[in-house]
Structures are given as C-alpha cells and as structure tokens.
C-alpha cells in the first residue's frame, strides 16, 4: 500500500515536471514579425533567423516560462542593401548586440486560452519592461503562441533623430511561437 502511494506521488511530480519542461521554439514553423510606417507606408520585415525555450502547462499558465533570442542581423526588408543598412550602429547595432532578447517574468490568465505576458526585452543594450495579450491554441500535435507587441524605436535608440519625420517612433512586433503541444 505504501508502495503504491509512493509510486502515485513519485508519477505526479514527474508529470508536473514534464508538463512544465522548457521546449524549445520550433523556429522552423514560428515567425516574429517587425511592422513600422516609413512615410506614410507600412512596412513588414521578419527576423529570420531566432531561438528560444518555452514552458507552459493549460492547467497552470501562470507557472509558465518564454525566453528567445532574437538574431538582429537576421532582420530582411526584403532588398540586402537595406537590410546591411538596418544592422549599422544607428539603427540595430548588429555588430555590437547581435541579440535581441525577451525574458518573461510573469504570466497572467486572461481565460479563454488567452493570457498577458509581461517581461523584459533588451535590444540594443537597453531593456525595458514589456507586455503582450497572447492567445494560445493547440493544433496538428503543436501549440502556438501568438501575440503582438508594440515598442518605441526611439526607446531602443533606434535610428537617428533626422529619422523622425518620416519614421513613426511605434513599431508593432507580431509573433507566432511554435511549439510542441505534447512537450510543452
């Protein structure tokens, strides 16, 4: 009897351990997306190139975790001349901070599979504390995280003032962070 209690206390923490396990981003199937208005037009441009471990358990997302790193060399406006542009020392600095990272700190249920996420994001050696409603669903055995982020440029020090007026200050980072639903 003892034995099979401690079998079934012994089973429950190694689920509660493998349900909260980091696992790492499927980078593959996932995609972060940087939206910002140059002259009046708006502009998509993807990280390509970005990792990142994520722990989440439906039964107590509060407990969950997300960290990714963030290539910033890997941003594409689609034409290599703007892209070698976008990743000098005024804009992303890729040679200094080749990373941009966000850490999460807390978690909190919104219902409804969905969820506010609050963390820090450090880009170009500054970090600021960030927020973002999230919506989580489950499909084809992975789980997507998907979301978007609205961050000031200026706060970054991205891009130089002369910049202004034709650069909004807002950029509007949207995410789909995929994962496997069975491990995560």
Do not use: C
């Amino acid at each position: 009897m003892i034995r099979r209690v401690l079998t079934g206390a012994t089973l429950a923490a190694v689920t509660a351990v493998w349900a909260t396990a980091s696992v790492p981003v499927d980078a593959g199937k996932s995609h972060i997306r940087a939206t910002f208005t140059q002259m009046s037009v708006d502009v998509d441009a993807d990280f390509r190139q970005f990792s990142g471990q994520v722990s989440y358990d439906p039964a107590a997302p509060e407990q969950g975790t997300a960290k990714l790193q963030i290539q910033t060399a890997s941003f594409d406006i689609g034409d290599e001349e703007y892209n070698a542009e976008v990743r000098k020392a005024e804009w992303l600095d890729s040679e200094t901070h080749p990373e941009a990272v966000f850490e999460s700190t807390t978690i909190e249920p919104l219902g409804e599979d969905r969820f506010k996420a609050t963390g820090t994001l450090t880009l170009k050696g500054r970090t600021a504390t960030v927020s973002s409603e999230i919506t989580v669903r489950t499909q084809a055995g992975q789980r997507h995280f998907s979301g978007s982020l609205p961050i000031s440029r200026k706060a970054f020090s991205i891009g130089d003032a002369e910049w202004d007026e034709v650069l909004e200050d807002q950029v509007t980072v949207r995410f789909n962070i995929v994962v496997p639903a069975s491990s995560s």
